[in-house]
Structures are given as C-alpha cells and as structure tokens.
C-alpha cells in the first residue's frame, strides 16, 4: 500500500508525540462509568468512607479544556498510580485479567492516555488513582515502560459528576 493511495493518512492522523510518547485521543463512550466503592475483588475503592458512580463522559469538557493535547497530557510514573488489580498476583492480571478473562488486556491501545484522580486516600497510599485505563496502565507495564501519558484531574474537576450511591 503507498501513502498515495490515503489509507495510511487515516490510520496516523490521530497521533501524535507527546511528552516524547505516541499518543492517540482519549475516546469515552457514554456508558463508560467508575465506581468508587467497596468490591469483594479489588478492595475498598470509596472516596472518604462515601460511595459514587462517576459517568466517565460527563468528564469530557473538563479533558477538553485546552487546545493542544501537550497542554493537558502529564507524564506520570507508572508506580504512582493505584488501579483496581495493582496489589493482586500477577498471575490475576494481563492475559489472565480477573476483570476480563484477558480480552481488555489483549485489545487495548496503550497509546490512548488514562484519566487520573490526584489528591485522594488511595489503596496502597499511591499518589494518584486509576478513573480510566487500568488494562492499558498494564500494558505500558508488560512493555517494561515507567512511564505514561494521563489525564491528571482532582476533586474540584469531577465533585458535581459524582452520583452517590
């Protein structure tokens, strides 16, 4: 296939470089949500004791609130950040996801960057929590990369999507 026939344009328009990793846009469907709870699998996920649902699409102003990805995107060690799994058996996670059975695993696109909560009790006392992107943090992992390109958001971002539960 040549460039001249435009396939290849489609496949490499939506990426880019940034903080010197490639990088895809974030695309969140409207169902996508994240509970801030208490699960029998992964642990106590609440925020101050409470427990919320967040729509992850709702968040998308908030994400969109720059004009280029560089001025939004930071660039956060992988070790710094809890995600429902990070404290299980590596023989429950990747192709053997407790989640998944491995299928969001194996079909992620790690290039496509996370959304994190910083400033929040975290199992694990992480600094920041995984909202989006725990298959695709794995990933970066099983890649031996350190680091990763995030959304980082705080309460004051998020507080009015919150719906209690």
């Not at 969140?28 to 699409?57: A, C, P, S």
Request: proline share 3%.
């Amino acid at each position: 296939m040549t460039k001249k026939e435009g396939l290849w344009d489609d496949v490499f328009e939506d990426f880019g470089v940034v903080n010197g990793m490639l990088t895809r846009p974030l695309g969140l469907l409207d169902y996508q949500t994240h509970y801030f709870n208490v699960d029998e699998y992964y642990g106590d996920w609440r925020l101050d004791g409470k427990e919320y649902v967040i729509n992850l699409y709702d968040l998308m102003p908030v994400l969109n609130d720059c004009e280029t990805a560089a001025d939004v995107l930071c660039k956060v060690n992988l070790n710094d950040i809890a995600w429902k799994g990070f404290d299980h058996d590596k023989s429950s996670l990747g192709d053997y996801c407790g989640c998944c059975g491995g299928y969001r695993f194996r079909d992620c696109d790690a290039t496509i960057p996370g959304i994190l909560l910083e400033g929040v009790q975290n199992p694990g006392g992480k600094y920041y929590r995984c909202l989006d992107g725990k298959h695709r943090i794995y990933a970066l992992m099983s890649y031996q990369m350190q680091y990763g390109n995030f959304y980082v958001l705080n309460m004051s971002d998020i507080e009015k999507y919150l719906i209690p539960l």
